[in-house]
Nanobody, 113 residues
Framework: QVQLVESGGGLVQAGGSLRLSCAASRIIFNAMDWYRQAPGKQRELVADITRTGLTNYADSVKGRFTISRDNAKNTVYLQMNSLKPEDTAVYYC?????????WGQGTQVTVSS
């Protein structure tokens, strides 16, 4: 069974940092993504990364967040710096394989002002 297991969320003050991790089992995804969903809002793409390290970011997080991956550990990371209250959301790890979407269980990130 394919699993994506996230960790690293929590409560932080504005301006602080958090690092999220997502460990994938059984499948090595070509591209992996981080999405987030705030209360009452649609889920949105935060960042994605290919196996070769090409990255893409939402405009709202450019310059503050960094996505990376360790292919040997089949793990993707999201380093989040200069956090803002509007970054508060549940963050989800995501990958696609053979047309199927795989999601992690989500990890809560709360940024207090």
């Amino acid at each position: 069974q394919v699993q994506l297991v996230e960790s690293g969320g929590g409560l932080v003050q504005a301006g602080g940092s958090l690092r999220l991790s997502c460990a994938a089992s059984r499948i090595i995804f070509n591209a992996m993504d981080w999405y987030r969903q705030a209360p009452g809002k649609q889920r949105e793409l935060v960042a994605d990364i290919t196996r070769t390290g090409l990255t893409n970011y939402a405009d709202s997080v450019k310059g503050r967040f960094t996505i990376s991956r360790d292919n040997a550990k089949n793990t993707v990371y999201l380093q989040m710096n200069s956090l803002k209250p509007e970054d508060t959301a549940v963050y989800y790890c995501h990958g696609i394989m053979s047309g199927l979407n795989y999601w992690g269980q989500g990890t809560q990130v709360t940024v207090s002002s």
